[in-house]
């Protein structure tokens, strides 16, 4: 199960969104596995936090994503292009 919020804004250059998210397991069956955690001195109980980031400007979209996750830290780097135009219209902004 997981919960999640995500904030975005706009501005003359471009959408900006910032993603928080946790998560972690249900069920009695998987938080009790009889796996001893040598770094805390008892049960393992997995769970994940992830943070996001993005930055869009036209077609291209940059993304910066970390994720912590029992026993585990990666992250990742990407660049996305749309080959179709952005379904939300540009912002006009007045002078």
Known sequence: MGISSEI????????????LAKGWVLGRDYN??????????GPLRFGYASLSFHYSYRQY?????????TK????????????????I???QFKE
């Open 8 to 19: 975005l804004w706009r501005s003359r250059e471009g959408e900006w969104g910032l993603r």
């Open 32 to 41: 009790n596995l009889g796996i001893h955690d040598n770094a805390t001195h």
């Open 72 to 87: 585990s830290l990666a992250a990742h780097l990407g660049l996305q292009y749309r080959l179709s135009r952005p379904r």
């Open 89 to 91: 219209g540009r912002r």
């Open 61 to 69: 979209t940059a993304i910066f994503q970390a994720i912590s996750a």
